[in-house]
């Protein structure tokens, strides 16, 4: 994921809690997950349109089973949307990206 910035178990309170710019959208994927793969161009446009005013990012659950546990990610793909370090929204499998879009728009 080119435009995302990728979040680990390592960085993530730094980036999420500390972060000026909000909202943040994380992508909770994994690299053998098909709605995942369907749903990565999306996320990708997302970082692109919304920089500057969100962050897009993404966790690579295999990767970072840490974030996974603490969010009770269960089902992949899950998309996080925080504000001031809160979970403010939550999307649950593929969606088409006018639905992520109004939801990003949502939390702005």
Not at 49 to 66: F, L, M, R, T
Request: charged fraction near 20%.
């Amino acid at each position: 994921m080119a435009n995302t910035l990728a979040i680990t178990d390592a960085n993530f309170e730094e980036i999420v809690n500390n972060s000026e710019q909000q909202p943040i959208l994380i992508d909770f994927w994994a690299e053998w997950c098909g709605p995942c793969k369907m749903l990565s161009p999306i996320v990708e446009e997302l970082a692109g349109e919304y920089e500057g005013k969100a962050i897009v990012a993404s966790v690579d659950v295999d990767s970072n089973p840490n974030l996974s546990a603490k969010f009770g990610i269960r089902s992949i793909p899950t998309l996080l949307f925080f504000k001031n370090g809160e979970i403010v929204d939550k999307q649950v499998g593929y969606v088409p990206k006018a639905a992520l879009a109004q939801k990003l728009d949502g939390v702005l």
